[in-house]
């Protein structure tokens, strides 16, 4: 368990994070102050790309790293794009050009083109398409996606404190031991059963029902931690501890891990179920 000193840190930076995080999502509707969110998201979208290069590089990997920020900042913002009135199917296309344009980049160079393509792609699709969804959950034409978003956000997060802190308080058999040698199997389902009365809270203001939002708090409280578990892999393989050095957060990738494979699901929800 962390030391006093460094859980109030983190708690105040944590706090500091959300009133920002609150701020923008209530004033992203406001004309102008869309496109500070849409920079603001993308924003954090290269920081994240830059971590993800750091575990590449331990690694022996060489992408195109500028190429990749670029690439990834398009993603992002092609689905803001979408709601100023471009085709829905822009993201794809944009990940497809950006796909071309990694396999051009390298046809001077030959040598470790394999590996580099792979972690590049990979990269782009872990990282760009699951942050550009953030907004096009929170700009969806056919609901406020101010609300949505605050559930993604709310139910993936309570899912990692509630996993933190009983596992903590209970927790006695180890999850996954060789990657998260912390977590453990007592935590995970205190982190399950805070997503569900997250989700149930949460769903007076959604108009959720009951299957609603039990079967979204259900997968959103697994596959989150799933989340946590794949980017804690990635920092293992690269023998790294955390994704950044940003006192009291760690690093963008860190804060994020959980939220890159929730995004999708409340997203496609939202598209094609909901």
Same mark, same amino acid.
């Given at each position: 368990m962390l030391s006093r000193t460094e859980l109030f840190r983190r708690l105040g930076v944590s706090s500091i994070v959300i009133a920002v995080v609150i701020g923008l999502i209530s004033l992203a509707h406001v004309s102008w102050f869309q496109f500070l969110v849409a920079a603001v998201v993308a924003g954090l979208s290269a920081i994240a790309v830059w971590e993800y290069d750091q575990f590449a590089k331990a690694k022996g990997g060489q992408m195109i790293f500028p $190429?990749? =920020?670029? !690439?990834? +900042?398009?993603?992002?913002?092609?689905?803001?794009a979408v709601s100023l009135g471009a085709s829905t199917s822009l993201p794809s296309v944009v990940f497809f050009i950006g796909f071309l344009v990694m396999f051009a980049l390298h046809f001077r160079q030959k040598d470790? $083109?394999? =590996?580099? !393509?792979? +972690?590049?792609?990979f990269g782009l699709l872990y990282i760009a398409v699951p942050v550009g969804m953030f907004l096009g959950i929170l700009y969806l034409p056919s609901v406020d996606g101010r609300w949505w978003l605050g559930y993604l956000l709310v139910v993936t997060k309570i899912t990692d404190i509630g996993a933190y802190f009983g596992g903590s308080l209970w927790g006695k058999r180890k999850l996954a031991p060789t990657i998260s040698p912390k977590k453990t199997v007592e935590g995970a389902v205190c982190g399950l059963v805070c997503a569900l009365a997250a989700s149930f809270v949460c769903s007076p203001v959604l108009g959720l029902s009951f299957a609603e939002w039990f079967f979204l708090g259900l997968i959103l409280g697994i596959v989150g931690q799933f989340g946590d578990l794949s980017e804690s892999l990635l920092k293992r393989d690269a023998n790294k501890k955390d994704s950044n050095a940003l006192p009291g957060l760690g690093?963008?990738?860190?804060?994020?891990?959980?939220?890159?494979?929730?995004?999708?699901?409340?997203?496609?929800?939202?598209?094609?179920?909901?």
């Open positions: $190429a990749l =920020v670029v !690439l990834t +900042v398009c993603e992002v913002l092609s689905f803001f470790g $083109a394999v =590996v580099d !393509l792979a +972690v590049s792609a690093g963008v990738l860190d804060a994020l891990d959980s939220l890159l494979f929730n995004a999708p699901i409340v997203y496609f929800y939202l598209q094609y179920i909901r």
